[in-house]
């Protein structure tokens, strides 16, 4: 089975933009958490999906966002970027809960 | 705020040698599981340890789940080199509503040949 995708590896991005990060889970996976790291935060909580809803969601501003579609592929967006976006950004794939999570390897995202 | 807390922050280890690191939590759990970080890639699933266990292993992984004291710990035997990587512990917390893991900040185990 192919494994956790996340387009694109890389970013870099400017304040004020918006971007748009894509995951794909393990075929026949249906929930996708997002999961933001920084040095000083750590892996925190973003969202999680699951058939299309969102089912949870972190504490963080309205400007960060996300779907999924019907094939559970998942995308999540930020609008109008701030230095302190710079982050790693994971995606992860579970069968349903409790399961445990498969990570892609996720997107960089650089904000100058 | 992160629920789980791990001790040590890093841990500098000759190959051979056991590695033991711990997690701490704040709320009740369903789950915790244990990842492993290699240098600001994806995180690997290592062991998953229900709430109502207290002890799990898997190949040369040793978890042990102290529900009344919250707390967890991560036994690797016979470290190798490849081991190097960080180790983070996270919680599926009671109250899940839906796929929320909360991350430890983690363990930096440096394994030396």
């Known amino acids: 089975k192919a494994g956790v995708t996340q387009t694109p590896r890389y970013l870099i991005k400017t304040r004020g933009q918006q971007v748009t990060l894509s995951c794909s889970p393990i075929s026949g996976h249906r929930s996708v958490s997002w999961y933001q790291q920084t040095p000083g935060q750590g892996l925190q909580f973003l969202f999680e999906y699951f058939s299309e809803t969102q089912r949870n969601k972190g504490n963080f501003p309205g400007r960060f966002s996300g779907r999924q579609f019907s094939n559970s592929r998942s995308e999540m967006n930020v609008s109008t970027l701030e230095l302190g976006d710079s982050a790693l950004y994971l995606c992860?794939?579970?069968?349903?809960?409790?399961?445990?999570?498969?990570f892609g390897p996720g997107t960089r995202l650089t904000v100058t | 705020s992160q629920q789980g807390e791990e001790d040590p922050q890093a841990l500098s280890i000759q190959e051979g040698e056991n590695a033991t690191m711990n997690c701490s939590y704040k709320?009740?759990?369903?789950?915790l599981q244990w990842y492993r970080q290699n240098s600001g890639r994806g995180l690997v699933h290592l062991i998953l340890i229900r709430s109502n266990e207290r002890e799990k292993h898997s190949g040369r992984l040793r978890v042990t789940l102290d529900t009344s004291k919250k707390s967890s710990s991560l036994l690797i035997t016979a470290s190798r080199a490849a081991d190097t990587a960080s180790y983070f512990c996270?919680?599926?917390?009671?109250?899940?509503?839906?796929?929320?893991?909360?991350f430890g900040q983690g363990t930096e185990l440096s394994v030396k040949p």
């Open positions: 709320t009740s759990i369903n789950n």
């Open positions: 992860a794939s579970s069968l349903a809960d409790p399961y445990e999570q498969y």
């Open positions: 996270a919680t599926d917390p009671f109250y899940n509503q839906g796929g929320k893991l909360i």
